[in-house]
């Protein structure tokens, strides 16, 4: 029996000569025949010491490329300053793309790559820099140039980096997507319509042309409802869709005929907001569309294949209009529901996958075997050593900048005057008098949620009602601060969590401040003169927190936020699940690295730990609630998820 080829030695043997080809109603890859079969994982959502693991299971499981986009905020996280794997960033371990497309490469497939510069992705703002919103006026995702005198920047600085490894050069690289489901910017729900912008796009194709992007340039929208307005006629246009894929491509042919068809997303899966049941899809329906879009026949990509995690506070939310109150955060699990599951084991989907493209895929070349997946397995409790108090946290704020009003997140002159990106934000308002039923109300909405103190004691008890005060649904919220007696010369604090910036909509839904900044009254009487201090839990403050106090019943903190420290000391590592079940909202925190975040409303109540994240020996996990820490950290062989819709601590 004669050896398979792999799929390069197929598609390259004798020389290059041209790249992935649309130009006839079949895709050709250097002039041969081909058909795409892909599957998308993000590599900043897996650590790096997996890349190879999930690379081969898609690999072996038939498909013949990977598709991931590029989170410019990473990269980019203050103007001029990058970060591709060395950067010093919290999350550099993760972002260099150089070494995953190496590694993609090796493993034998093709790649699609979504650079953006928005990209979606159920991610914090799209992958967009927050600093981006510092810009007085700036309308982002369009040709203004306040906006793309960075997007040349940080493209000029990407594609050089990325253009070696096109596939006509010997690399990966087979198609590149210009910006990211840009008909979705239209008209939505009402709205004023905001016109996707022509002129914006020809830009971005441009750019890529002079950075010597020379691979098929594409778009991708859902053609049903979007037509051809989010794209060019200059580009190639796919579809994104997880229903009727007949009725989409049918579309597409009729938007650009003689052209292949390719789906560059069918969602294999679904995502979870905060306080949602998890999503579980039925498999066989999933494999029934599968087949119907090989059967068309059509390309096709898997969205997502692997979905990883949105690690720290890197999840992103959905609006349903501009209004705050519509607001809805994702959870910290990327799953996905998707055929590899989040700590890469492999799952029901994977299987009728591999099934489909061996029965469709008429091309047979050498497949790897199937990895053996690691289980994840669940250590022994911990009881908590020692814990920071509320009071002890704050003391250590890295930054305190005072001002008479109060200030979003990302107009703070902190971090060479880019502001804060992430964590909590503290507004503190000293030396006041607070009388007998004296009522404070927040004018507006909070972004997100909001936690009160008075001279550091917890004012707020609302850990799950939404509609209730200290959450994004209430308008012009209000709360007694003192139902008992006068309070003289008082501290008060507004302890306020970014639950993640919007990803998704129309253009004026990037318009998108965190914190408070639209006023604050009490007793009617708008505050003035605040002190802002930004927890942003960064890895070299989380490592150099000082003050540890030794924890027992009668000095840890019942009610209030605090830092409670764990000690795992491991003979080996291994994958685990940190179980969050009992514990109200915050974050963990391992050996430094912000894990993600925990919160009782569900559905996910655990948080996926890889063994890369520890170390053989001494490892401090650190759990930040936000409204009573407890003493005891257990762990799980599987994720947990259920919704505990319990107000009590």
Known sequence: MATLPTLYEYYTGGGITQGLSANQPYFTLNNRNFTLYGGSTHYWRVPSEYWRDRLRKMRAAGLNTVETYVPWNLHEPEPGKYDFGAGGTDMQDFLDIEKFLKIAQEEDLFVILRPGPYICSEYEFGGLPSWLLREKGIRIRTSDEKFMMHVRRYFTTLLTLLSVFQFTKGGPIIAVQVENEYGNTENRNGNPPSIPDSVYLEQLRQLMLTNNITELLFTSDTPTNHGSVGSLP??????????????????????????????????????????????????????????????????????????????????????????????????????????????GDYTEKYWLVKDLLEKYNPIKTKLPEEPVSSKPRAFSTLVSTQFLSYEDIIAQAPHTVSSRDLLAMENLPINNNTGQQFGYIIYRKESITINKGSLLKIKGYVYDSLNVYVNNVLVTRNVVDLDGFGYWRLKDGSIS???????????????????????????????????LWEGVLIDDKEIFDWKIMPLEFTKAWNTNLKGWRDSDNSTSPSVGAGLNKFELIILDTHDTFIDMTGWNKGIAIV????????????????LYLPAPLLNIGKNEIIIFDEFSPKNELAFSDVPIHFNNMTNSF
Request: proline share 4%; glycine share 8%.
């Open 591 to 606: 050996n430094g690295f912000v894990l993600g975040r925990h919160w009782k409303i569900g559905p996910q109540q655990s």
């Open 481 to 515: 601060l003192s139902s008992h007696e006068k309070i003289e010369n008082a501290t008060i604090d507004l302890v306020v969590c970014n639950m993640g910036r919007n990803n998704f909509g129309d253009l004026s839904q990037f318009q998108q401040f965190r914190g």
């Open 234 to 343: 200059t580009l190639f246009q796919t579809a994104n869709f997880n229903t009727n894929p007949e009725g989409q491509f049918n579309k597409l042919k009729e938007l650009q005929p003689n052209k292949p068809s390719m789906a560059t997303e069918y969602w294999s899966g679904w995502f979870n907001h905060w306080s949602e049941k998890q999503y579980v899809g039925d498999a066989q329906n999933f494999a029934n569309i599968y087949e119907t879009i090989l059967r068309y026949p059509a390309s096709v990509n898997l969205y997502m294949f692997h979905g990883g995690t949105n690690w720290g506070f890197l999840n992103g939310a959905n609006m349903n209009s501009v209004e705050q109150s519509s607001y809805q955060p994702d959870i910290t699990s990327y799953d996905y529901d998707a055929p590899l599951s989040e700590s």
